[in-house]
Structures are given as C-alpha cells and as structure tokens.
C-alpha cells in the first residue's frame, strides 16, 4: 500500500472513504485491519524509539491526525493535504458498521463514559449494534478475549491512550475475531459529553 515516509514514520496518504473502501476489500479477504492516529508528537517519539516506530508502521493505516503532518507532507512534495483524524475515522466507521450491519464492541475509559458513548451513538446512529462494552480498567484479560469474541464484533475500538491501546492490539489481535482495530484515545470521552 502507498505510504509517505516521514523521519522513519509512515503515513498513509488516504482519505476517509480511500481508508472505508480498502477496508471493505481487507474484510471481504478475511484480513485484519489496524489504524493508527500519527501526529508530530508521535513522529518525533518514534525517531528515538524503534519498538514505537515499528508499532505505527506495522499497522496497516496510519492515519494523518495532526495539522503538522500536512505541512510536511506539503513541504516534501507529498500528496497529503487534509487530516484525518482518530475522531472522526471512527464516526465515518461507525456510520459504515450501522449502514452494512456490522457488529461494534467499546473496550477503553471509565465505565460511566463507555456505557453513554455506546448509548449516544447508538441514539444518532439508527441500526448501530454496539454488541459489547468494557471500561478500560479490567483486569481480567482472558475473559476480556472471550467477551469481545463472544459479541461476534467486527469493529473493535479501543481507547485508553497511545501508545497503550495499540499496544494492547498488537498483543491480542490474532485471539480476536475482530476485523477492524483502532485506537482512539478519548474518543469516548467526546461522544459520551
Ligand atoms: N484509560 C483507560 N485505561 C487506562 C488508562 C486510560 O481506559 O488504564 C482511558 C481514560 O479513561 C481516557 C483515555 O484512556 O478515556 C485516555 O485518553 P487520552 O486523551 O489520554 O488519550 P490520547 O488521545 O491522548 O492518546
């Protein structure tokens, strides 16, 4: 897939409906998907950091979330020239999961704002099943996995600050059924408010 490369990091140069129609095709292969939000701060941590470096360019979109990836990408020539944010990558995943019937699970913050988010997108969204929660402070990992697999998601959020989430993703990702992964830091603390 095209990337623009910057210190080291990757960036995927798409847009949101590039990113949904690839994915579609990923899904329809049986093939697992990660997306991750790239920002300045991240470029410049994973410079010094391999293990970070190598976190963000095995995921399958990185997608450009801050305003100074534009302007690098402007400055060297690159094809990059709108955000695509963590936030609203997953709004425009949600609208796709409610519209082709797609099974959602929340995994991450407190559980008063994972179980408003899971109700307020669901009020916006007609059709969204949002088939399983969990707050971001379990313990129990195993039963975790099993929960998420048994909620037949297809759709796994997971906000509870990067790099941890993706962390966590990288770590669990083959135990899971799931086809879609993305971290997304205080997401749910925007759609619960
Ligand atoms: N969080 C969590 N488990 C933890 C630590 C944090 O679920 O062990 C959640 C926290 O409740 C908040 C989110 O992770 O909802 C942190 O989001 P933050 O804005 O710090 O992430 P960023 O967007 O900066 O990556």
Redo the contacts with the bound molecule.
Sequence with gaps: MEKETYLGVDVSPLSYDEIITDLKSRMIQGEQSTII?VNPEKVMAAKSNSELRSLINGSTYQIPDGIGVLLASKLKGGSIRSRVT?VDMMERLIRFAAEDGYKVFLY???QE?VETAKQKLEEKYPGLNISGIE???VKDQDELINKINQSEADFLFV????P??ELWIRENMKKLNVKVFQ???????VFSG
């Design positions: 939000a963590g991450g913050a407190k704002v707050n971001g402070y906000a509870m600050g990067s941890r989430q971290g997304v830091g205080g997401s749910f603390d």
